[in-house]
């Protein structure tokens, strides 16, 4: 494991992803949000997916000279196509522009179709919440998991936003609709370890918690079962609805990758407009103490609220340098034409 | 077990309100609703809810005659205050405004501080699809749960609902936080059965399909584990903070009875101002035919999409009469004044 240091890891990926052809510009918030990505934890979309990304690119599946376009705007809601350009820059004009109309009118909701893979989906709420903004977003997805009764899959994994501001941390809440990713799957199953819950049926239908045979089934477990498949399936309906775009059984037509054609909406609220920002505090520090401040189970020394362990390991990534992988830090240095 | 014509039972618990003080008119209204949650086979918040929702009224926990009342108007976003009134008829001015709100300006937010319980959370899902409009909504309550590394129960259950309006049979989806609500493990402890899947911690912090042992610690679990725990603690927080109400730590000192004091959010969208209904219609029949066709796993026979299940109990109910606990209808027959 090397430690590289926040301003590096972008510089490398921004030379990784202008080799690619992007513009100076795009190619360094494109690299700004990978490189916050590793820094907060969230291995699987920082560092990790430049090399797919760029694979990407090459096969035509993301247009990186596509810039998005307005469909139709209606009061506090506007529809953009995205064009299957950069899903990071999409969904950052998406958040942009629905911060721009709740400024103004207090909601902005942004649903944006036809976009590419927006990488972590908590970026957006984390960049509207840094700017005083509640953020409630989502994305839809090709298919990866069996709807709850069925061994196939037909749900998209679907990544679900919110976000509060807070002074002290703001509270976002990052999380897909499937127990367990693949990738950490995958990783368990390189450890030689088991899931620290079931994660999965195996090909026969017994639930297990042994990564290698759910990897093979592609039976992963929605989480809480029948509640993360029904959040996916609804999830899914209002982003195509809201977006005019695709669902899930058309973006699976697609077969260019992850997310290639997808749905996705910005629901933004300037608490400001509201109660104030002093109250959005004091709620939101009221919610964090009472969650801090509950007994620790067994296996717990401490209770966090959502997004504070993002921030722990954002801190010591910036004191210490963002933890990247040796192999994937080689080969983002390759493909930024840098010798490791 | 008997069986009820709907006309019947909303005749009786009409009476049963009546006779707790409501005018004849509220009181139908709210007697709809309790027994359209039994028509559609959600009986914990049915006919089943109608003696509780008497004691509350009789406690003064909830305030009969209190009228809900405007606080604050911002483009597509409006604060009430419940007043403690009745949470049906406050959830459905709720309802009503956003609808409203979104009838114009394509999107209406209805913050209600203040209010009480909702009883059956789908009810406004379903009520707004079926004027063809697009809802989330959810409400934060009184603690009954643990965040998730704790073991002491400081989150609400805080129930969300979405619902897609479509022809053939709304999407909706109507869930809280945890895994199992305590009704469904005192079901099963009632039945000598064990839960389908691990319902929560035993005092000593063993995961456990027990239902007696999680009664008796109060640890249920959150739907997804640390995924629904995540999701209760946004929930809480955003509705107090766009109401500008009250969080759950808040509540937790009320001390009167369930959701007393609680804040909802009613989000409403006008897809016929956006793609339109055909659009709609067009994205969720393609949704619901990729679900329904998948594959049935080992212990299904079919697979369904969210609301499915309780159109057909509803329609079952409609031909056949709504299924009631024999003790649960003499209850509610004693309220009304009428003899069993």
Partial sequence: MA????????????????????????????????????CDGIYSHGLNRVARFVDYVKRGWVDINAKPSLVKKLGAIEIHDGNRGTGILNAFMATDRAIAIAA??????????NTTHWMRGG???????????????????????????SKEPRLGNNPFVMAVPRKKGHIVLDMAMSQYAYGKLQVTRLKGQQLPFPGGFDKDG?????????????????MGYWKGSGFSILLDTLA???SEGLATNEIDKIQQGSCTGCSQIFIVIDPRKLGGEEFTDRVADGVVDYVNSSAPDERSTEVMYPGEGELRTRADHLANGIVADDGVWAEVLALAGRSA
Same sequence: chains 1, 2.
């Fill in 104 to 113: 103004e009118q207090g909601v902005g909701i942004v649903a944006l179709r």
């Fill in 240 to 242: 195509a609805v809201l």
């Fill in 3 to 38: 430690r590289i240091s926040f301003e590096t890891m972008q510089e490398v990926i921004t030379e990784a992803f202008v080799k690619a052809g992007m513009n100076e510009q795009e190619a360094k918030t494109c690299a700004r949000i990978h490189t916050q990505a590793s």
């Fill in 206 to 222: 017994n639930l297990t918690s042994e990564p290698g045979p759910i990897e093979e089934s592609m039976r992963i477990l929605p």
């Fill in 123 to 149: 970026s957006y709420g984390w960049y509207a919440a840094d700017k005083g903004y509640v953020a409630i977003s989502w994305t839809n997805t090709e298919s990866c998991m069996p709807s709850w009764g």
